[in-house]
T-cell receptor, first 109, second 114 residues
Framework: QKEVEQNSGPLSVPEGAIASLNCTYS??????FFWYRQYSGKSPELIMS????GDKEDGRFTAQLNKASQYVSLLIRDSQPSDSATYLC?????????FGSGTKLNVKP | EPEVTQTPSHQVTQMGQEVILRCVPI?????FYWYRQILGQKVEFLVS????????KSEIFDDQFSVERPDGSNFTLKIRSTKLEDSAMYFC????????????FGPGTRLTVL
């Protein structure tokens, strides 16, 4: 069973649109959830963390967590071409940090 | 801004050889990690290290692998008798003891086994 699942994409959105990225996880006891951005050939970069149900906003990014549904999402408002990257969902489960396979986002000018 | 550094950026080795990948974690961080990413695949957890010992390891981290903190600043991953399938990007990461549990990643070492 995969600990973290994401749609691999690619997800294509026009510049200025809202990009919605989704993630599900298997360990109901997980308490900590993260979104990382990874540009091609680069290392993952932390962009958001969320620990409680609801929404958390940081600039153009909003993370959403629903523990009952075991679902985490990331919304990117006013998407820019520079947001084109792979977005990795990560979850702490049984004291280990698991990444999903990532969703590739393409923002078209 | 402090960052995790890794050397070398690219390592080429022959199958069966031993390699040592080096990392300097952020100075006030106490948890250290190694992750691996085979080209086009997901980032995979290898091992976590805290208080001078392994705290968690994955199924991938078998007897071929070892980690060491030889001094107060370096954190190394040794891969013995490398195989073709060990070719990947290896990321070191670290985090503080307190605060957000998300690790910060170094730029990675690309290992190519021929």
């Amino acid at each position: 069973q995969k600990e973290v699942e994401q749609n691999s994409g690619p997800l294509s959105v026009p510049e200025g649109a809202i990009a919605s990225l989704n993630c599900t996880y298997s360990d109901r006891g997980s308490q900590s959830f993260f979104w990382y951005r990874q540009y091609s050939g680069k290392s993952p970069e932390l962009i958001m963390s969320i620990y409680s149900n609801g929404d958390k906003e940081d600039g153009r990014f909003t993370a959403q967590l629903n523990k009952a549904s075991q679902y985490v999402s990331l919304l990117i408002r006013d998407s820019q071409p520079s947001d084109s990257a792979t977005y990795l969902c990560a979850v702490i489960s049984f004291n280990k940090f698991y990444f999903g396979s990532g969703t590739k986002l393409n923002v078209k000018p | 801004e402090p960052e995790v550094t890794q050397t070398p950026s690219h390592q080429v080795t022959q199958m069966g050889q031993e390699v040592i990948l080096r990392c300097v974690p952020i100075s006030n961080h106490l948890y250290f990690y190694w992750y691996r990413q085979i080209l086009g695949q997901k980032v995979e957890f290898l091992v976590s290290f805290y208080n001078n010992e392994i705290s968690e390891k994955s199924e991938i981290f078998d007897d071929q692998f070892s980690v060491e903190r030889p001094d107060g600043s370096n954190f190394t991953l040794k891969i013995r008798s490398t195989k073709l399938e060990d070719s990947a990007m290896y990321f070191c990461a670290s985090r503080r003891d307190r605060g957000p549990p998300a690790p910060f990643f170094g730029p990675g070492t690309r290992l190519t086994v021929l």
